[in-house]
């Protein structure tokens, strides 16, 4: 973690918060490409609540 402008950044919160945007956006696109339904990811239980919204929000 360093400091530039005032503002710390920790290389290991943002390797994460992109690899978990990019999983975002991979179940995204099999939503819009059907080739999983939305109540399959409630099912398979390997999302948070908050996750489900965030990819049925980028799907409708």
Given at each position: ?60
């Amino acid at each position: 973690m360093f400091n530039t402008f005032g503002f710390e950044y920790d290389e290991k919160e943002e390797r994460e918060a992109l690899l978990e945007a990019g999983r975002l956006n991979a179940v995204s696109e099999l939503l819009y490409n059907g080739l999983i339904t939305l109540e399959v990811l409630k099912a398979s239980g390997l999302y948070s609540p908050e996750e489900l919204t965030a990819v049925a929000s980028r799907y409708n």
